[in-house]
């Protein structure tokens, strides 16, 4: 099993830019999918972004596509999301998480090891 720490969240001006950092531990993040989530009050949780095990195949939802950028460093077991030009609508509760698919996936159900989340809040 993995466990999964996120940081890097915070408060930014609508326009501004923040990089969430996963790191994880107990087993190599390369063995997995990876993936960044997202959950704003009252809402459920959204698929944001996902990388496949090598980082050579990404996926976003439409909502973040040309705004946000998923990487990956197996060699630092660490994930990244850097989110750009943010909006207040992208204000959320942001979750790594782990999947043992073949290949990215975008539902939640799929991932099976998730982080504690960190706070990004985007004022107007």
């Known amino acids: 099993q993995v466990q999964l720490i996120e940081s890097g969240g915070g408060l930014v001006q609508a326009g501004g830019s923040l990089r969430l950092s996963c790191a994880a531990s107990?087993?190599?993040?390369?063995?997995?999918?990876m993936g960044w989530f997202r959950q704003a009050p009252g809402a459920e949780r959204e698929f944001v972004a996902g990388?496949?095990?090598?980082?050579?195949?990404?996926s976003y939802a439409d909502s973040v596509k040309g705004r946000f950028t998923i990487s990956r460093d197996n060699a630092k077991n660490t994930l990244y999301l850097q989110m750009n030009s943010l909006k207040p609508e992208d204000t959320a509760v942001y979750y790594c998480a782990a999947s043992i698919s073949a290949r990215v996936v975008v539902t939640p159900v799929s991932y099976h090891s998730w982080g504690q989340g960190t706070q990004v809040t985007v004022s107007s």
């Open positions: 107990g087993r190599t993040v390369s063995s997995y999918i």
């Open positions: 990388i496949s095990r090598s980082g050579g195949t990404t």
